[in-house]
């Protein structure tokens, strides 16, 4: 599915991507990704907005039923437009395209932006053509997943140590301070802990590499600090969506 998915230009070998909110696959060339653009896009037009940008944070095609995917994508924009007018232009604009299932909606504004995130499933009833722009989608730090998203902030980082230690862990403590993080976990000790690979984990949210010390607290536990003091605040946005506090995010 990827090597059909994310076809790569002619003249532009690149298929990834980092911004401010993240770390992303180029999709290119791929007649879903355009119906979803082509449907945003006529929707913001309805809106009245004018300057926005769409990304995808989690795609996948039903293997059974023809047309049919599951999507969830954030919308950044300066204007402040309400959920319930964002659903009933997207409804509006969608009839004659495609059939939307339930649509979840949430808002989070921050740093003088509105993130608009949706959720929904759909089935289509008219292809679009094939648009030669891009659209990104979100690639996650390890131990997280689109289908899971949105995360709140606790059980994002629980699952991120658990998966890539492949072991039980439960969470201390957890503090996002002006930039600085520092979260301490307890785990279970089945193996030895590879503190690098967790690093290495973590260092999706960090500018500098960050710092990751153990402590044996049982025979079959120990306790797990990391410290982040550059945290890259803004990439919880896609991962989190209204979970997060404004007042957490650096701008």
Known sequence: MIMKFFKRKDDDNSITVTDDFGEWLIIRKNSNASL??????????????????LSLLYYVEDEKIKGLFSVKGMLTFSEHIRELDFYNALKN???????????????????????????????????????????????????????????????????????????SCHSVSLTLNNGS???????????EIDTEILKDTFSYFSVEQPNVTLKTTSPRNVEIQ?????????????????NILASNIVC
Not at 36 to 41: A, L, T
Not at 99 to 125: P, Q, W
């Open 93 to 167: 604009v969608t009839s004659d395209y495609l059939t939307l299932g339930e649509v979840r909606l949430s808002r989070l504004r921050a740093c003088n932006t509105t993130f608009l995130f949706f959720s929904t499933d759909m089935l289509i009833k008219k292809q679009s053509k094939i648009d030669e722009d891009y659209i990104k989608m979100l690639l996650p730090p390890r131990g997280a997943y689109g289908y899971e998203i949105p995360y709140a902030m606790k059980d994002l980082f629980i699952k991120m140590t658990e998966r890539t230690l492949e072991t």
């Open 36 to 53: 979803i653009k082509s449907i945003i896009e006529r929707t913001m037009k309805k809106l009245k907005v004018k300057d926005w940008n």
């Open 226 to 242: 990391v410290n982040i003091p550059k945290f890259k605040t803004k990439y919880l946005i896609p991962l989190l969506w209204g």
């Open 181 to 191: 993080f520092e979260s301490i976990y307890q785990c279970r000790a089945f193996r």
